[in-house]
């Protein structure tokens, strides 16, 4: 079964404000990462946080952890157009155990 | 990093026929993914290759329907056998990084887009 749940679904907001993406899982995890992909075309990782953080940045992204909720955040600062696609979240359990994904955000950045 | 190419990168087949995609990956490693991605899905895991062992398949997979290839530890093929419009996906392959930077990522190819008339 799928292990993350994303939630919205689809959010479009404007160039320049801010996009903010959650997702949530089931079970204990060893880490958590946020990947994306443009178009149908190959994900891209973009951040990984391990389960002993809490918060974790770089660059114009920001994900935070909460393991108690057992969910996690990408919060997108300051949106392009270059921004517009697919973000899924993926957990692993183990340290070389499979990676289970999230059903995915499709975000769209208006100019 | 990894670099990974897949191919083809698309392809349009007819019904009850089969696809070989081949991955390849600019640096050797011991376990290569296969994911299918339904139109407007996530990814779905269909198996983990090892070099010089069987596939392991996850539960709703099976090999005469997915055979995978894994000759060395650079290269691996997953071939859709006697598809039908129920295999139209993208399918991906990926890799886990090496280097302590990059454990724990996986490495993706662009994918291959594939439609069953």
């Known amino acids: 079964s799928q292990q993350g749940e994303e939630d919205p679904q689809a959010l479009s907001i404007q160039e320049g404000e801010n996009a903010t993406m959650n997702c949530s899982y089931k079970?204990?995890?060893?880490?958590l990462q946020w990947y994306r992909q443009n178009s149908g075309r190959g994900l891209v990782h973009l951040i990984l946080?391990?389960?002993?953080?809490r918060e974790k940045h770089s660059g114009r992204l920001r994900v935070t952890l909460d393991t108690s909720k057992k969910s996690s955040s990408l919060l997108i600062t300051a949106s392009r157009a270059a921004d517009t696609a697919s973000y899924f979240c993926?957990?692993?359990?183990?340290?070389?155990?499979?990676?289970?994904f999230g059903p995915g955000t499709r975000l769209s950045v208006l100019p | 990093s990894a670099v990974i190419s897949q191919k083809p990168s698309r392809d349009i087949c007819q019904r009850g026929t089969s696809l070989t995609i081949q991955c390849q990956v600019d640096?050797?490693?011991?376990?290569m993914f296969w994911y299918r991605q339904q139109p407007g899905q996530s990814l779905t895991l269909i198996a983990t290759?090892?070099?010089?062992?069987?596939?392991?398949?996850e539960s709703g997979f099976v090999i005469d329907k997915f055979p995978i290839s894994r000759p060395n530890l650079t290269f691996s093929t997953l071939t859709v056998s006697n598809m039908s419009p129920e295999d139209s996906s993208i399918y991906l392959c990926?890799?886990?990084?090496?280097?302590?930077?990059?454990?724990?990522?996986?490495?993706f190819g662009a994918g291959t887009r594939l439609s069953v008339l």
């Open positions: 990926s890799v886990e990084g090496r280097d302590s930077l990059a454990k724990n990522i996986q490495y």
């Open positions: 640096s050797q490693v011991t376990m």
């Open positions: 079970t204990s995890i060893n880490n």
């Open positions: 290759a090892n070099q010089g062992s069987e596939a392991t398949y």
């Open positions: 993926a957990t692993q359990i183990n340290y070389g155990q499979n990676f289970v």
């Open positions: 946080i391990r389960s002993n953080e």
